[in-house]
């Protein structure tokens, strides 16, 4: 059964740096893109980031580009999402997500909670 | 704001047939698949549809997806309570080089 399980998250000051893992199981990790989805309290799914199965094809929405960085290790089954100059926006519970085939995310973690606030 | 457009709110009552309309542009939904999302309350999103009008296995088929052009749309028939949810639809855009969400429809059952 697949698994996704993601942790690191808390409470950060702003500017301060966070990095979430994601621990997958249940499949050929390597063989799948890996995602990062974000949901702001109450509001909707926004995409964060993306990174192929070998690690290539690495990809940024804008509002975190230059300040995240998204990273896999397959040997470890991993996906990991470095969050630096973290702002009160960055607010969110993140969900790591897996890519089928067919691009869509089909399988979700359960979220973990990042709240930046001084 | 999302560059893909969603009505914040659906509703219907059981047995009813309601529509979720996704309205994109070139870059998104007119040149690439659309990706439907469930989320219930306090849960992860779950695939719905994939492929525009594909549903995984276990989706029932009572959801059915659709899209012409820069437009989408999800049809709900023989609504039930456990229906009630947020639905979001999601696509590629090419000039972004990213993935765009909706902003969602939450959809009730009255």
């Known amino acids: 059964e697949v698994h996704l399980v993601e942790s690191g998250g808390g409470l950060v000051k702003p500017g301060g740096s966070l990095r979430l893992s994601c621990a997958a199981s249940?499949?050929?990790?390597?063989?799948?893109?890996m995602n990062w989805v974000r949901q702001a309290p109450g509001k909707g799914l926004e995409w964060v980031s993306c990174?192929?199965?070998?690690?290539?094809?690495?990809y940024y929405a804008d509002s975190v580009k230059g300040r995240f960085t998204i990273s896999r290790d397959n040997a470890q089954n991993s996906l990991y999402l470095q969050m630096n100059s973290l702002r009160a926006e960055d607010t969110a519970v993140y969900f790591c997500?897996?890519?089928?085939?067919?691009?869509?995310?089909?399988?979700w973690g359960q979220g973990t909670l990042v709240a930046v606030s001084s | 704001q999302s560059v893909v457009t969603q009505p914040p709110s659906a509703s219907g009552t059981s047995g009813q047939r309601v529509t979720i309309s996704c309205s994109g542009s070139s870059s998104n939904i007119g040149s690439n698949t659309v990706i439907w999302y469930q989320q219930l309350p306090g849960t992860a999103p779950k695939l719905l549809i994939h492929?525009?009008?594909q549903r995984p296995s276990g989706v029932p088929d009572r959801f059915s997806g659709s899209k012409s052009g820069t437009s989408a749309s999800l049809a709900i028939s023989g609504l039930q309570s456990e229906d009630e949810a947020d639905y979001y639809c999601a696509a590629w855009d090419d000039s972004l080089n990213g993935r765009v969400f909706g902003g969602g429809t939450k959809l009730t059952v009255l």
């Open positions: 990174i192929g199965d070998g690690g290539s094809g690495i």
């Open positions: 997500a897996r890519e089928g085939r067919d691009q869509g995310f089909d399988y």
């Open positions: 249940g499949f050929t990790f390597s063989s799948y893109s």
């Open positions: 492929s525009n009008n």
